[in-house]
């Protein structure tokens, strides 16, 4: 068998109409795919857009029947008095405790001055932070609820 060399430099150019018809159809094939990824992508972030504003909505709907349960408001309350009382009953023996009667005698604690001052409303926001929740959370829930977000920050 022969095998037939072909010389490349003895080949007839493409011609330029068939190059630019296949440019063109390269650039009109990947221009598409790329307006229905984007549009895929667009309509996958509106659904989940959506399930976030549901998760949004329900999780409200579950705090707000959380909040009007008496039973929780009153075993919170009932704990609190609980600490309250068993912190002071606690007695002080020998010198140590002699130094600390001396001294609540002679100079009484004075209350703290922001708990004077804070508004019954924010205490739930306030507990939040003592949990550990982001003061950024804290402020968007302050927010939902219709408050004043900047009042937390007079205690900070």
Do not use: W
Request: aromatic residues 8%.
């Amino acid at each position: 068998m022969d095998s037939i060399a072909v010389q490349k430099h003895e080949l007839p150019p493409t011609n330029q109409k068939r190059m630019i018809a296949f440019i063109n159809h390269f650039i009109v094939s990947t221009v598409t795919f790329l307006n229905k990824f984007a549009s895929d992508c667009e309509t996958r972030f509106v659904d989940y857009e959506h399930k976030i504003q549901n998760l949004e909505a329900s999780l409200m709907i579950v705090e707000a029947k959380l909040a009007s349960i008496d039973v929780l408001k009153k075993q919170q309350d009932t704990s609190a008095v609980q600490d309250r009382t068993q912190t002071e009953s606690v007695p002080k023996t020998g010198e140590e405790g002699d130094k600390v009667a001396e001294a609540s005698e002679t100079h009484p604690e004075p209350p703290p001055p922001d708990a004077v001052q804070r508004d019954p409303k924010y205490d739930l926001y306030f507990k939040m932070l003592h949990l550990g929740v982001p003061l950024g959370a804290v402020k968007n829930k302050i927010v939902t609820e219709g408050l004043d977000p900047n009042y937390i920050d007079q205690f900070l």
